[in-house]
């Protein structure tokens, strides 16, 4: 018995398939594995992860063993490239134009092998597992292809974690962008403040629904990542040719970190000693007291931060993002402190304060080898050159970055927020922001038409991001995330026309066999037909948006 996946229901898709013939190769438990030099995290990942699926102990062979699998780099292809072979008669060979390259080319090998690839244990003993004569060659489009995800809002365990970053590979998604530091939540370990952690990892509430809404989970929420846990979070990613890009924010949504150290607050304004971790949504007022003690500070939660994600972890592990969003002025306009500090420096304003404050931490990146990256709102008053940009306001940061030379991604609110309700009908759950539909999401372009080659240059990629303060659990994650990351990943990885030109229905198609796999890995995603009667939560209020989204 045979269980075969057409090349052609791949996601992302491919850019070439030769074949398939009615010829091939099966993969039984005699079939060997050959890895070339630099092929090692994909022949670990193999034997491990798609060996035990599936009952094959992939042992070692000769390099020509018949019928065997075989990894090889290439350094004539393109760096993520790879070309993945199968020859009646000579096995199965992926080729990549390094180790990442292999692992993506493994990535498509397993979907070629149905959806039990995608368990944790054979559930069909002695099934043959056949794959068709074919030469699939391939190379994403954008060298970054993330996900941001947000443990602040509501904490996801360090297994939870693990897990989206499987999920992310086997999208071919290369970059975790981790939000953990927010008004409602401290979420990693630093050894010099442990009351970070002692006391702004958790709060005693927590707002059920939009903040409007009137129901309040009295339960205490909380938790935080060791420093152990984040070194492992970060080498589990590597080993999957995933960066990890931390993000601790400033000078803006600090209330969890003010509630553990008052000093970081503009206390000459309010009494920054009664501040908790706060317990609901939205941009809030208590931001950090622009001071030299804040500087310090933060330079030495930063110091730990770099220590936790070495700059040599993956390609995009330099950077670090610094947020910079939604900074309310309105305490250092009051506070005596915040004015004469402008007057110090000599700054035109509060605006400019940010500025400073930013380019601060700019610099100190700068000056340990790293990168920083930011919300766009770090634009207004100049960035160092080495500086990125996450245009989130729409394309307007990002095409403004671009322009003064800085490199970009795109994730746009309108476009790839995926805690936006994916649907107008009555049972979406929490309807929250403008209604963004698979399609919607699939036509989604990251590349502003209004750049030149050379600007266009500066998108590094896109990213979809994920604001957890409606997701209290791995379900609801699950179920704003999937499918619409899929979505997101082609449009990433494929070299996909333009948006108006693309075959949404022949992605829907692929989605077919794409959903067995989801299915396979116990994702709670949202069915195309609509919510499952647990997946909806009646009364619970969101934030609808009248009229639709702006559009490119």
Known sequence: MTDVTPPTDLVPAPRSVEGPMSCGVELTPETTLWAGPGTETTERWLRSTLGGALGLPLRPGPEDASGGLRLRVDGTLAPEAYRLAVVAGRG????????????????????????????????????????????????????????????????????????YLDLMAAHKLNVLHLHLTDDQGWRVEIQRYPRLTEVGSWRARTKVGHRASPLWDDKPHGGHYTRDDIREIVAYAAERHISVVPEIDVPGHSQAAI??????????????????????????????????????????????????????????????????????????????????????LGLAGEEALQAWFIGHFDRWLTARGRRMIGWDEILEGGLAPGAAVSSWRGYAGGVTAARAGHDVVMCPEQQVYLDHRQDAGPDEPVPIGYVRTLEDVYRFEPVPAELTPQETARVLGT????????????ARVDYQTFPRLAALAEVAWSDLPAPADRDFTGFERRMGAHYRRLDALGVAYRPPTGPLPWQRRPGVLGRPIDGPPPQR
């Open 92 to 163: 199965v060979e992926i080729t990549g134009g390094s180790a990442a390259g292999v692992f993506w080319g493994a990535q498509t090998l397993r979907q070629l092998l149905g959806p039990d690839a995608f368990r944790r244990a054979p559930v069909r003993p002695g099934l043959t597992r056949g794959i068709p004569h074919q030469v699939i060659e391939d190379a994403p489009r954008f060298r970054w292809r993330g996900l941001m995800l947000d443990v602040a809002r509501h904490f996801m365990p360090k297994e939870g974690v693990l897990r």
């Open 259 to 344: 509630a553990a150290y008052p000093e970081l607050g503009n206390s000459d304004v309010v009494d920054t000693a009664s501040l908790a971790v706060w317990d609901t949504w939205g941009i809030n007022p208590n931001v950090l007291a622009p001071t030299d003690t804040t500087l310090r500070f933060f330079e030495g939660v930063l110091e730990e931060v770099l220590e936790l994600f070495p700059a040599d972890a993956g390609p995009f592990s330099p950077f670090v993002h610094i947020g910079g969003d939604e900074c309310v002025k309105d305490q250092w306009r009051a506070s005596d402190t915040a004015q004469k500090q402008i007057g110090n």
């Open 463 to 474: 990213q979809a991001n994920v604001w957890t303060e409606v997701m209290e659990d791995q």
